[in-house]
């Protein structure tokens, strides 16, 4: 077969009509009538536009004058039947438009990231220089309305711990030594804690979801020397260790012991570090906000449900609503019952139901589990002296720091705040007398069992700063052996036994 058969074949054209592929054969010696019918036909021209010229005689200019003419037409015939220049117009102002959205957008974004990266780095000079957040600590107590209370750290990322038997034991009693473990170690002990009383079972929790709510709580508590997260842990063992050491697993159910937890894990969340009495007669926008009652108390429970408003922390999410509101009421009651301002009328309450309680009377166990948030709250003074002493220190630097700010701002300075005015005698013995005691004496009419771990060290510690203000009242002329006297008298009050 010789490759010179091939110019004898018939050429081909493939050719577009109406939507519909037609195919044209045509020999090498078709002539231009036959190609000028061709051509009109699939373009719906009338051949009387043309001229006939034989492709024989035709000359150049003839035959590129005919090609010309047929694709001028073409070309007119297919921009009037899809418009193609308004697309192509249309298209180029639609992407010049979309470029200059993209451009804008683009500004905002990196404006925005900009502008949370300054604010990021305005937080934590803030945090350095004065050990909380950059919100001022008692103008602007409320957290921002477009704020996301959330971990920093998506993931939980704090290390699993396994708890010795040793350690398991110690956190189920009152004297527990809060003072020795790192923030990483007390998530792990609460999270102990809520799956050891079946909490998480109970309420059918995530066990991520559980931690993620823990990192959430941490973070929302403020570097303040009293009012801080390591606060929270101490009410929070506290109370674990009241539950255990009262036997209520088997005297309360679990939603009460879930809400008893929860509330002393959340009780004092994005505390300012400046007391009620302050956000008062400052008129701060707490106060404004809460019509002066239990404003710190009632930004406690808006954190805390703030908090578990998020998906990714809410350790209730698969609690039926129903349920959930009796929960949510809960917390909510026993956080505000931590407001010392009611006291008085709360311990009223417990002491009307002590001695003919009921368990299984609503009213009666709401009334001591109010008492039991109380007790936890302040129960410092039930730990041996080595875990008490520093808590004092602790709380009269907060209360120096909010008598210096009210003296300044020329606001009403308590006596017991005062750093002119109080010492640790001073601050503890009345405390303790009028309030602690009497408290837990109530308590103890209910629950015998805590008179020695918890009744008898307050009376102790009553003694120890009776003896103290003997000292110091002794020492009027600050001699230099009563000063030894009463340093060597610290010492072994502070020694373990």
Known sequence: MGSSSSCYAPRTIYLDVNGRMQKVLFSRHCNSCDIKELLCSSSNIPSSL???????????????????????QVA???????????????????????EKRVELEGLKVVEI???????????????TKHGGRVNCPCKSTLLDDGRKVTPRRDVPSYPKYTLSQETIDALKKPTFDVWHWEHNEMLSCLEYMYHDLGLVK???????????WLLAIQENYRNNPFHNFRHCFCVSQMMYGMIHLCNL?????????????TAAVCH???????????????????????????????????VAFQILSLPECNIFANVDPEAFKKIRQGIITLILATDMARHGE????????????????????????????????????????????????????????????EKSEGLPVAPFMDRDKVTKPTAQIGFIKFVLIPMFETVMKLFPQIEEIMVQPLRDSRDHYEELKQLED??????????KLKKDFEKTRMKPQ
């Open 249 to 261: 697993q088997e005297k309360l159910t679990l939603t009460n012991l879930g809400i008893l937890m």
């Open 346 to 405: 709360i311990l009223e309450t417990f002491k009307l139901n002590v001695d003919h309680f009921d368990f299984t009377n609503e009213e009666h166990v709401a009334s001591l589990k109010t008492v039991m948030i109380k007790c936890c709250d302040i129960s410092n003074e039930v730990r041996p002296a080595e875990v008490a002493e520093p808590w004092v220190d602790c709380l009269l630097e907060e209360y120096f720091m909010q008598s210096d700010r």
């Open 50 to 72: 043309y001229k006939v010229v034989p492709l024989s005689t035709a000359q150049p200019g003839d035959k590129e004058d005919l090609v010309e003419n047929v694709l001028s």
């Open 202 to 212: 109970e309420f059918n929790m995530n066990p991520i979801t559980l931690k993620r």
């Open 268 to 302: 004092d969340l994005d505390h300012p570090g400046y007391n009620n009495t302050y956000q008062i007669n400052a008129r701060t926008e707490l106060a404004v906000r809460y019509n002066d009652i239990s404003p710190l108390e009632n930004h406690h429970c808006a």
């Open 76 to 98: 007119e015939q297919f921009s009037r039947a899809f418009q193609i220049k308004e697309l192509k117009t249309e298209v180029i102002n639609r992407l010049a438009v979309l």
């Open 474 to 483: 002794a020492i009027s002329e600050e001699s230099p052996f009563m000063i």
């Open 113 to 127: 990231e900009k502008c949370k990266n300054d604010l990021r780095k305005l937080q934590d000079e803030m945090s």
